[in-house]
C-alpha cells in the first residue's frame, strides 16, 4: 500500500488547516489497521475554498515512499471508486450502510475544465514521471483513445510495445517515452495497458495493478 493523499489537495498534511487521526469508522470492528489522517485544507490565497481530505499513510516505507496525491476528478466517480475498490485501502461491508451508491448522479457539477492534455504538456517540461494505465477491457475510455493523446505529446519514445509480466504471465504491455528537460534530467511517462482489466483496472487486476505500481514506485522496468 503506498501513500495517498485523497480529495484535492496540494500541500503536505502539516499544512491543514484542521486534522484528525481517525483510529475506528462505523462498520468496522476495531482500530484501524493503518493510518488516517482527515481534514480541511484552504487554498487560494485567502484559503476561502476549504477542500475536505484524506491522509493515509504508506504501510510499505513511509520514510521513502513518494507523497502520491490523488485527484478525484470528473464528471463520473472512477477516481473516487478508484481510491475505495481499486488500492483498497477502505473496506465497505455488505449490511453496514443501508443505501449504498458507489456513484451520485445528481450532483449538480458544472464542467469547466474541456480537457486536461494542456496540463499533462506542460507537465511534459519539468523533471517528473508519470505512469499511466488502461484497462485493456476499458470500453468507457478505451486505451487506444489514452494511447493516442500520449502520442500528441510527442515524446521521444523509449521503447515500443513490450509486454510485462507477473507470476510468468503477460500483465500487460507498456511503453516508455522521455525527454531531456535540462542536461541530464529527463521527464519521463510509462504507459501500460493491464490485460483483462476494465474501466478501474486495480479492481479486476488487484494483484497485476499492484505489482506494476510496486515496481515503478521502486524505479524497476514494470
Ligand atoms: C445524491 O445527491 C443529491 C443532491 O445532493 C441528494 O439529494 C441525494 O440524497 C443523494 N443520493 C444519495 C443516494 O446519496
Ligand atoms: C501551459 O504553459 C503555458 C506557458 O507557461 C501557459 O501559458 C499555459 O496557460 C499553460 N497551460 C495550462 C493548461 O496550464
Ligand atoms: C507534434 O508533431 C506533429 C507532427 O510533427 C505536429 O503537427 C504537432 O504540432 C506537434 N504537436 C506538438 C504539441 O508539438
Known sequence: MMLFLAFTLLLLSDAAASKSIIKSLPGFDGNLPFVLETGYIGVGELEAVQLFYYFIESERSPKDDPLVLWLTGGPGCS????????????????????????C?????????????????????KKPYRSLIYSGDHDMTIPYIGTHEWIE?????????????????????YA???????????????????????????????PEQCFAMMDRWFDYYPL
Open 79 to 102: 477516481a473516487l471508486s478508484g481510491i475505495i475498490y481499486e488500492i483498497d485501502a477502505l473496506h465497505i461491508r455488505k449490511g453496514t450502510i443501508k443505501d449504498w451508491r458507489r
Open 152 to 172: 500528441s505529446l510527442n515524446l521521444t519514445i523509449k521503447y515500443d510495445w513490450e509486454p510485462w509480466f507477473v507470476d510468468g504471465q503477460v500483465a500487460g
Open 175 to 205: 511503453m516508455l517515452y522521455a525527454d531531456n528537460v535540462q542536461d541530464y534530467i529527463t521527464y519521463d511517462l510509462t504507459f501500460a495497458t493491464v490485460k483483462g482489466g476494465g474501466h478501474t483496472a486495480p479492481e479486476y487486476r
Open 104 to 124: 451520485n448522479k445528481t450532483l449538480a457539477y458544472s464542467y469547466n475544465v474541456e480537457s486536461t492534455v494542456d496540463y499533462h504538456r506542460n507537465l511534459t
